[in-house]
C-alpha cells in the first residue's frame, strides 16, 4: 500500500483539491469570461469554474519519471466528481485499485493484496488546495509561491507556473506548472518537478460535466476478507 501511495500522491493531491474546492464553493453560473492578465486572475477563474460542476468524469494519464527509473511509471484510470462530496479515482492500470474522497476522509482499496486503508486530507495536501475559501486562500497561496502566468505555445490555453517560497515546501517542489484550457476553465495538465531532478506528469480530459453518471459509481463495497491498514 505505501508503494501505491507514493506513485498516485500527485494526481491525489490534484483531485483531492478540485474536489474540494467545487464541494465547498456555492454554485454559480458561468458568464463570458474575459482573457486572464495575471496568475491569481486565473485561479480566480478556475475557482469560479469549479463552482459550477454537479458532475464530472475523467480519464487521466500519470507518468512519473525518476533518475532511480529505467523507465517512467505509467498510472491510468478514471476520475469520477459529484457535487455532494464524492470523487473516486479509478485506477486501471498497472495495478487496480480505487481511491474514494468523501469529505474529508479517504478510503483506498487495493483489490490485489486484499487491502483497505482509511484516512483523512491533511495539511501537506496543499499545493492546489489552497484554491478553498476564496481570496483569503489565493492570498496565502501567493505567499507561498512565486506565481507566474508563462507564454502559451498554444492559443486555446493558459500555463500557470508556480515556484515554491516556502523552506518546507522546497525539499520536495521544485515547480508546478498547470496547463489549462481557456475555455474549459480547469487542468489539463499538471506538471511536478523535485529538486532532485524528477518529474511526474498528469494528463486529464474531460469525459462529461454535469451529466448523469453511471449509477452506483460511487458506492465502494469492500469485502470483509481485506485488511485494514490503518
Known amino acids: 500500500m505505501p508503494r501505491f501511495n507514493r506513485r498516485l500522491g500527485s494526481l491525489f493531491r490534484l483531485v483531492a483539491a ?28 478556475i475557482q469560479m469554474r ?17 533518475r ?18 464524492k470523487t473516486l479515482i ?19 482499496v487495493n483489490p490485489a493484496m486484499a487491502l483497505v486503508k482509511k484516512t483523512r486530507l491533511s495539511g501537506s495536501d496543499r499545493v492546489l488546495q489552497a484554491w478553498l475559501a476564496g481570496g483569503a486562500a489565493l492570498d496565502k497561496l501567493k505567499q507561498q509561491y512565486d506565481l507566474r502566468l508563462a507564454e502559451s505555445l498554444q492559443d486555446d490555453r493558459y500555463t500557470l507556473q508556480m515556484i515554491p517560497k516556502d523552506a518546507q515546501l522546497t525539499r520536495h517542489i521544485a515547480s508546478v506548472e498547470i496547463q489549462v484550457h481557456r475555455k474549459v476553465l480547469l487542468p ?7 529538486p532532485k531532478c524528477d518529474r511526474t506528469t498528469i494528463q486529464m480530459h474531460i469525459v462529461s460535466i ?21
Open 18 to 45: 478540485l474536489a474540494i474546492l467545487a464541494a465547498n464553493t456555492p454554485h454559480v453560473g458561468m458568464a463570458e469570461r474575459l482573457p486572464v492578465s495575471d496568475a491569481l486572475g486565473l485561479l480566480a477563474d
Open 90 to 108: 479509478q485506477i486501471n492500470t498497472p495495478e487496480p485499485s480505487q481511491i474514494l474522497i468523501q469529505g474529508q476522509s479517504v478510503t483506498i
Open 210 to 230: 454535469n451529466e448523469p453518471l453511471p449509477a452506483g459509481i460511487l458506492d465502494i463495497v469492500v469485502p470483509d476478507v481485506f485488511q485494514n491498514d490503518m
Open 188 to 194: 489539463e495538465q499538471i506538471v511536478i518537478k523535485t
Open 68 to 85: 532511480l527509473l529505467q523507465k517512467p511509471l505509467v498510472s491510468e484510470g478514471l476520475i469520477y466528481f459529484q457535487r455532494n462530496g
Open 50 to 66: 469549479a463552482a459550477s460542476i454537479e458532475t464530472l468524469a475523467a480519464t487521466f494519464k500519470q507518468h512519473r519519471f525518476s
